[in-house]
């Protein structure tokens, strides 16, 4: 029997539609599968979520589900300690990562799941979204690893205006930047409920928008120290001193489930600069919480730069959804920004690399110290100048050089050829042996095999200048 391409299962972590697991640990995964998923169905290809794989242990599994028999494609959408193959299925793990180093060995105490390497050798192979991890997980053994990228969604028609866009936002809950850590909570709370209003009812940006002024925007898990944001919110403030033409929205990926939004800004703030008692900073705005697709399609919209002192990242989908949508990133490059970004299409943000070990990652699991990039304030600083003094018409090419990086990189129609030329050599590259138990009359088929067949058609993207 063939490969069965026409139905792909998927196995994901579930993100809910109220948004209840953002900023949990690895909810990304259930974001790029929600991708892969629109994707498929665009181009005619049905997928079968599947919530507990490790449950197909006979076809009857399969046939509960309505699945004919056959060799199926697994994809799993998983942090290594949650991967589970379907036996009989070919099992690709869609394992994002962005640190030089990961678990290879473990204590005889240790979990067998927690040690990365061995978790990832079950699988037949590995598909990563970025040049970099493949590069990382064929030197520490894992071969079969290939070049997949998460598709972005790229819209037909340009862009809406910032009034539209202000628009659909105007009862998005906001706050500026305020003390909402003082020593006694609800002292906090009365501070920050005081400046919670509309984003539409902001004064600076409000003021911003009727100078025609610069709008940044970052989106990400104010807890994920990879994110900098601390140093990222600083850089921002130094650019910005003495000007009255910029602000920068912070959407802070977060379920909220902390008493959105005062004592959870609290937490917040508490976590990125300490206690501070001396914060009002207007040009800086906090939007927390779940926001439904169309309202974070228009905060893209709205924006004319997507801020980013990331110091890794595997793929960093926010960053390429707001360059869909018309923003200029102003960006460290590292690690997945390798891939894509370079001058004519962003503004990039010098970084230093040292020996080190950001505490609190997910690179902690393999106890190595590693290089590391990072900006300081100051890096991000120049950053920010640099694009408050792009002319219209460097903006306007700069503009055009991100959609043409997406439609070539990241479209539905280019994520797509790549995976079925991955599934062709597949086809044509592995042996497939049946095991006793298939001979007696179980349908499903584990495809064995050695070796990683077509890893040159899928090595990324140039990196480089």
């Known amino acids: 029997m063939n490969l069965i391409k026409d139905c792909i299962l998927l196995s994901r972590p579930p993100v809910a539609h109220g948004g209840e697991a953002l900023g949990h640990a690895h909810y990304s995964y259930g974001f790029a599968a929600g991708y892969f998923e629109r994707m498929f169905a665009q181009m005619g290809v049905e997928t079968q979520a599947i919530s507990h794989p490790e449950q197909f242990k006979t076809d009857a599994f399969a046939k509960a589900h309505g699945l004919s028999l056959g060799r199926y494609v697994h994809l799993m959408f998983r942090s290594t300690e949650h991967l589970r193959p379907v036996q009989g299925s070919y099992n690709i793990a869609c394992f994002a990562w962005e640190f030089p180093v990961i678990k290879t060995d473990g204590r005889s105490d240790e979990a067998v799941v927690d040690q990365q390497a061995h978790m990832l050798s079950l699988c037949e192979e590995i598909w990563t979204p970025c040049s970099y991890g493949v590069d990382v997980l064929r030197r520490n053994g894992l071969e079969n690893t290939h070049y997949i990228p998460a598709p972005v969604p790229l819209p037909d ?244 050089a991100c959609r043409e990086v997406l439609l070539r990189l990241f479209s539905c129609k280019a994520v797509f050829e790549k995976i079925m030329t991955r599934l062709k050599a597949i086809e044509l590259g592995f042996q497939f042996e049946r095991r006793p138990a298939e001979a007696a009359g179980n349908g499903m088929h584990r495809v064995t095999g050695a070796g990683s067949p077509g890893q040159a058609e899928e090595s990324g993207p140039t990196q480089g200048a």
Request: aromatic share 6%.
């Open 157 to 400: 028609t340009s862009a809406a205006g910032a009034e539209a866009a202000i628009k659909t936002l105007s009862l998005v809950e906001s706050m500026h930047l305020c003390s909402a850590s003082a020593p006694r909570l609800h002292v906090a709370e009365r501070i920050v409920t005081g400046a919670v209003r509309p984003l539409s009812m902001q004064p600076w940006l409000r003021q911003v928008l009727s100078k025609g002024g610069k709008i940044f925007l970052t989106v990400c898990n104010p807890y994920d120290l990879r994110k900098n944001l601390a140093n990222l919110i600083d850089g921002f403030l130094i650019a910005a001193q003495g000007r009255s033409d910029c602000v920068l929205i912070v959407k802070l990926a977060t379920s909220g489930t902390r008493g959105e939004p005062v004592g959870y800004v609290h937490e917040v703030l508490k976590s990125l600069f300490g206690n501070p008692h001396a914060l009002d900073e207007a040009q800086v705005i906090l939007v927390g919480g779940y926001i439904p697709d169309d309202q974070m399609e228009a905060l893209y919209d709205l924006a004319d730069f997507y801020l980013c002192s990331s110091v890794a990242e595997g793929q960093n989908l926010p960053l390429l959804e707001a360059m869909g949508r018309g923003c200029i990133p102003v960006s460290t490059r590292n690690t997945a920004m390798l891939d894509y970004l370079q001058e004519d299409c962003g503004v990039i943000i010098e970084e230093r690399r040292y020996l080190g070990l950001i505490a609190g990652t997910a690179a902690d699991v393999a106890g190595k110290r590693f290089e590391i990039s990072s900006a300081d304030r100051f890096q991000v600083a120049a950053g920010v100048r640099a694009a408050l003094e792009l002319s219209p018409a460097q903006a306007r090419t700069k503009m055009h």
